[in-house]
């Protein structure tokens, strides 16, 4: 069974620019959340897409925003990028929303913006 | 706000020695525990997901502690192997349904 893909692996933008970073779960997979990862401040949750629904959000400015589709493909877009952004973005899956269920990682797509 | 403390931060050890990996939680009322791997520039694999209800779990070389009520968790690698050295990361799922991480312990096994 195929893993959690995330495109693209690799992005250069400038600041003020928006992005939209594309992830596809496991197949079967409903539930879909995002995380930042940066080197001062780890690994922080951004939000989490069950059935087309935002379930759950983090502690992130209005910028960063979301979606999921109705073949649980999720989307997140960061608008008027900041040079603090730069940071690698993972999209996990899981079979349900919830709890009791394992995330599973992609590989990331690392953001760069200069 | 749970706060989730992972020590020690690094930790080089020789092949073949038997090594625990320790993390601290700050809120008890969690519903599981999950231990991942991160390679440099990779994302995550998990490795062990125990639920607030069991106390330990094992895959392979791997066995994982919790002792919800005093907020920590153990992982414990048996053998360790070159190929361990990584990045292992602890995570809870607390109340508000989101996975809160650890910083991370940055493992070296040493051949």
């Known amino acids: 069974k195929a893993g959690v893909t995330q495109t693209p692996r690799y992005l250069i933008k400038t600041r003020g620019q928006q992005v939209t970073l594309s992830c596809s779960p496991i197949?079967?997979?409903?539930?879909v959340s995002w995380y930042q990862q940066t080197p001062g401040q780890g690994l922080q949750f951004l939000f989490e897409y069950f059935s087309e629904t935002q379930r759950n959000k983090g502690n992130f400015p209005g910028r960063f925003s979301g979606r999921q589709f109705s073949n649980s493909r999720s989307e997140m877009n960061v608008s008027t990028l900041e040079l603090g952004d730069s940071a690698l973005y993972l999209c996990?899956?899981?079979?349900?929303?919830?709890?009791?269920?394992?995330?599973?990682f992609g590989p990331g797509t690392r953001l760069t913006v200069t | 706000k749970q706060e989730v403390t992972q020590i020690p931060a690094a930790l080089s050890v020789p092949e073949g020695e038997n090594l625990v990996l320790n993390c601290s939680f700050t809120?008890?009322?969690?519903?599981?525990l999950q231990w991942f791997r991160q390679d440099p520039g990779k994302g995550l694999t998990s490795l062990l997901l125990i639920q607030s209800s069991q106390r330990e779990q094992t895959s392979g070389r791997l066995n994982a502690s919790l002792d919800k009520s005093s907020g920590r968790s153990t992982l414990y690698i048996a053998a360790s192997q070159p190929g361990d050295s990584a990045t292992y990361l602890c995570?809870?799922?607390?109340?508000?349904?989101?996975?809160?991480f650890g910083s991370g312990t940055q493992l070296t096994v040493l051949p």
């Open positions: 809120d008890s009322a969690i519903y599981n």
């Open positions: 995570a809870v799922t607390g109340s508000a349904r989101q996975l809160t």
């Open positions: 197949s079967g997979h409903r539930s």
């Open positions: 996990a899956s899981s079979l349900m929303a919830g709890s009791d269920y394992e995330q599973y």
